[in-house]
């Protein structure tokens, strides 16, 4: 599958929402969304601008409600548009296990990301809100080039404010407008660890 997506900073995330919602969006899910990202000790993953990611959901109670295995190809842009492959594969088990046979087979993990989200459908567009420990609130918009541009309507957010831009870009404005450190994660949060914003 080519995933086809953009991305923009949302000044007022419940304004969005709302503009989102008049326009028919239909809300998917809301809770906490956690990936771990994965690369053997070498970085090649990295090195090939491949993504290994364990995906998981949390309902609003913390109880996982899916999780996925994904690997993502090299990205690229077409037009204005970022796009790369995606394979992803739905986890029936307890994830924490496959993350235990991933660490067993020598992979790390070298990014966390833990935000609030909330999904909508929007005619054949996903646009998913993300609020994040310590960063910007994100809207991320995917689907055909068509549908993307008619949810990108529906927000109201401006055309140029939507870009094919990867997270980091947006990491890097946020602390040089606020001169505080991004956090993508609670464990950064917390001051416990800090990883290398290149492989968000």
Known sequence: MIEVELKALVPDLATARQRVESAGGRITFAGRLEDRRYDRSDLSLAALDHVLRLRVYRD???KVSRASIDWKGPSSTTGTYKQREELNSGVAGDPEHLAQILDRL??????QI???IWQYELQDAV???ER???MDDLVEVEGTPEAIERAITALSLGRESFTAERLPDFVRRFEAR?????ALSDA???G?????????
């Open 114 to 116: 833990d935000r609030a």
């Open 127 to 129: 646009v998913r809100f």
């Open 188 to 190: 950064e949060l917390a």
């Open 60 to 62: 609003a109670a913390g």
């Open 106 to 111: 020598g992979f790390t993990v070298t990014m």
């Open 132 to 134: 994040y420990p310590r």
């Open 192 to 200: 416990g660890v800090r990883y290398d914003v290149s492989n968000a």
């Open 178 to 182: 606020t001169g505080r450190t991004a």
